[in-house]
């Protein structure tokens, strides 16, 4: 018979300390989560609701449509990439301190649904509800929606919306308060919809394309009469064939393309081998899936479009 070894008094002492610190580390960390300044993260004694969302956009989007009448924090962190996410014991221990979960839908999300199945008392809605998807035309993703939605103006008005349902169903007593915020906030995402159209309008039809590593963009180019190009149809690859990026290069080179793009969340070498092989310039990285830090170019929604937007009319108009 085998005799377990009882472990020494000063033993038992080191693993508890060890155990006390690695906790109070994480309620430090739990603490300091935080989607951009506007979002609150202190104690909630006035028992306001606590609304979850899976990334940075969403976040901001909620925190504009609350206020101060609700607590806004995303799982992810600004700069994350959200396709191959994959969800923390503290990001449980957040969702279970939750009144609700806001999500995107549209597949983009999937880790999400252990993470639901970890909280079964905690609703969650898809806040993509609402529009004709658009599918994936080729590679691995072909025929399934492509979940960028939140990337067109248009569609980020009916985000909001269902943002203000949500909200005002669950916190009747604040409803009028979304109700505003929505409005007002609307009416900020239209103005810059109208930018857009006013930009790409003056721009020669031959020269509106939008080429980038991952295929984000495909609701922004049917919006505005755009030509979409593209390295991967989905940043959970990351790596381009030789067949993609030389389908790339010559799309470029045949139709004269002055600039090529990228995203935050990816690393640009090898559209730096497009601009490179195709003679265009490259044009720095659109904002897709995350927001920046606070003290970047793309810390709210609207300054991620606002940044988009001028960054691309300005790789287009390029000689």
Not at 66 to 80: F, H, L, N, Q, R
Not at 98 to 107: C, D, F, K, Q, V
Request: charged share 20%; net charge positive.
């Amino acid at each position: 018979m085998k005799h377990k070894s009882v472990p020494s008094t000063s033993s038992i002492g080191l693993k508890r300390l060890q155990m006390g610190i690695i906790g109070l580390s994480i309620g430090v960390w739990l603490s300091s989560c935080t989607t951009n300044s506007k979002i609150e993260t202190a104690p909630n004694p006035t028992n306001k609701k606590v609304i979850l969302t899976t990334f940075t956009v969403l976040a901001d989007m909620t925190q504009n449509v609350a206020g101060d009448k609700a607590i806004v924090e995303s799982i992810t962190k600004p700069g994350a990439e959200i396709h191959g996410y994959q969800a923390t014991p503290s990001d449980l221990a957040r969702g279970q301190k939750a009144n609700l979960i806001l999500e995107n839908g549209l597949n983009l999300e999937r880790w999400a649904d252990r993470f639901y199945n970890s909280l079964p008392k905690v609703p969650h809605v898809t806040l993509s509800e609402g529009f004709q998807p658009i599918d994936i035309a080729e590679d691995t993703y072909k025929g399934k929606p492509n979940p960028h939605a939140w990337m067109s103006p248009q569609n980020a008005v009916i985000y909001v919306e269902n943002i203000r349902k949500s909200l005002g169903k669950l916190d009747p007593a604040n409803a009028a308060t979304y109700d505003r915020n929505a409005k007002a906030y609307s009416e900020q995402i239209k103005a810059i919809d109208l930018k857009l159209k006013t930009a790409i309008a003056a721009i020669p039809p031959d020269r509106r394309y939008i080429v980038s590593c991952e295929g984000a963009f495909a609701y922004i180019a049917r919006d505005y009469g755009l030509k979409e190009v593209y390295l991967w149809a989905v940043n959970a690859e990351q790596q381009a064939t030789p067949k993609q990026v030389e389908k790339t290069i010559d799309t470029v080179k045949k139709n004269r393309i002055p600039t090529v793009f990228c995203e935050s969340t990816v690393n640009p070498r090898t559209q730096l081998q497009v601009a490179k092989e195709s003679g265009a310039k490259f044009g720095g990285v659109f904002y897709v899936d995350s927001l920046s830090p606070a003290d970047g170019p793309a810390s709210t929604y609207l300054k991620l479009l606002e940044y988009n937007v001028s960054t691309l009319i300005e790789g287009l108009q390029s000689k």
